[in-house]
């Protein structure tokens, strides 16, 4: 009888256990569906800007942030982000501005804002999401600047996608350009002033001509800038195209005060 109460009494106090290891679960997985009860639409994750507030490292342990509007997990990244850390600013939000301002106090509406960006700007963004795919794991979308509520993209990317075409146009005009008129090698000094010349690869651009220096003006730049231009291709090329000022024709390298 004794044994037989001892047992059932040890029973209860298991039981009381289990139940309340397993009250303390759901209570956990709870309240962790309370911080991420995303919108879903087929399996994508959408996080509220509230929601994505709370993983930057003062509510939630996770550290979550956004690029672009797609949400990583930069927990393993910790000393970079945890609070004190260099670039804390990031954790809990979409500063993707920040990425190629460095404006770590942009708490504006404008910090996901990039279409004002130089082409340059553009890509080292694009390069900075790529690093964040490859390092840290990808969580879900934010509900925004970039998707909607279900994780559709919004015009502001599709826009976003036809300036980065745009930038690939434009990039492949430059390289045409650069390969007709390759930029001079430039120096200045105090006592010499400014001296332009061209060599086989100035301006990066490996030819098998040398050229001769001549201002190009392109319409809506301020300054002409000196190009080096295959003298027996140049005749009437373009009007665009100026001598420096009291240098002969054919020579390689001009000097001239500014
Ligand atoms: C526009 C300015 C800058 C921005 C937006 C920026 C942003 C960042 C970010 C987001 C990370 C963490 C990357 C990750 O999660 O792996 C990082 C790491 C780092 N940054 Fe910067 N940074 C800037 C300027 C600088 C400058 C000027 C220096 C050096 C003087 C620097 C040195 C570093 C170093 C050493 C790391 C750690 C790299 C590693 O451990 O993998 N950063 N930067």
């Given at each position: 009888m004794g044994i037989y109460s001892c047992f059932r009494g040890n029973i209860k106090v298991l039981v009381s256990i289990i139940v309340i290891i397993l009250g303390v679960l759901l209570y956990k997985k709870y309240e962790e569906l309370q911080h991420i009860t995303t919108k879903q639409k087929g399996h994508r994750l959408v996080f509220s800007q509230e929601q994505l507030t709370?993983?930057?490292?003062?509510?939630?342990?996770k550290l979550y942030l956004a690029v672009l509007g797609q949400v990583f997990d930069v927990t393993d990244g910790r000393k970079h982000y945890?609070?004190?850390?260099?670039?804390?600013?990031?954790?809990?939000?979409?500063?993707?501005?920040a990425l190629v301002t460095g404006d770590f106090k942009d708490e504006s509406s404008?910090?996901?804002?990039?279409?004002?960006?130089?082409c340059n700007d553009l890509s080292s963004l694009l390069n900075w999401r790529q690093t964040y795919r490859k390092k840290y794991k990808f969580v879900g979308f934010l509900n925004g600047r970039y998707y909607d509520e279900y994780g559709t993209e919004t015009n502001y990317l599709k826009q976003f996608k036809s300036k980065l075409k745009e930038c690939k146009v434009e990039k492949m005009n430059q390289e045409k350009e650069n390969l007709k008129y390759p930029p001079c090698n430039i120096a200045w000094s105090e006592e010499e002033g400014s001296r332009v010349w061209c060599t086989?690869?100035?301006?990066g651009i490996a030819r098998n001509w040398v050229g001769v220096p001549r201002q190009l003006f392109t319409p809506g730049e301020e300054k002409p800038r000196c190009v080096c231009v295959n003298y027996d291709m140049?005749?009437?090329?373009?009007?665009?195209l100026k001598k420096y000022p009291d240098?002969?024709?054919?020579?390689?390298m001009c000097k001239f005060n500014t």
């Open positions: 709370q993983y930057n490292g003062h509510i939630q342990d945890d609070q004190g850390s260099s670039y804390h600013y990031f954790v809990g939000k979409d500063g993707s501005r404008m910090k996901d804002y990039v279409l004002d960006l130089s086989k690869t100035s301006g140049e005749s009437g090329s373009t009007n665009l240098c002969p024709d054919t020579a390689t």
